[in-house]
């Protein structure tokens, strides 16, 4: 699994996705698919939005394709 994988998928996909929906399509686990959004996003090829959680969970994202 590569960046490339992910960033195929975010471009095919259009919208918005978290990260368990991409670690379910491409088949592999959650720190692979982690360590090439952040890759990807430092590079600007992705953007992120938060996502509005209870008083003291962990941060989540949605991630897309910057079209």
């Given at each position: 699994?590569s960046?490339g994988?992910?960033?195929?998928?975010?471009?095919?996909?259009?919208?918005?996705?978290?990260?368990?929906?991409?670690?379910?399509?491409?088949?592999?686990?959650?720190?692979?698919?982690?360590?090439?959004?952040?890759?990807?996003?430092?590079?600007?090829i992705?953007?992120?939005?938060e996502?509005?959680?209870?008083?003291?969970?962990?941060q989540?994202?949605?991630?897309?394709?910057?079209?």
């Amino acid at each position: 699994m590569s960046q490339g994988d992910v960033l195929e998928l975010l471009k095919k996909k259009k919208g918005w996705m978290i990260t368990g929906e991409i670690m379910s399509e491409l088949e592999v686990s959650r720190v692979q698919v982690n360590r090439a959004l952040r890759c990807l996003f430092k590079e600007g090829i992705v953007m992120r939005k938060e996502v509005p959680i209870r008083r003291g969970g962990r941060q989540r994202y949605l991630w897309k394709y910057k079209d």
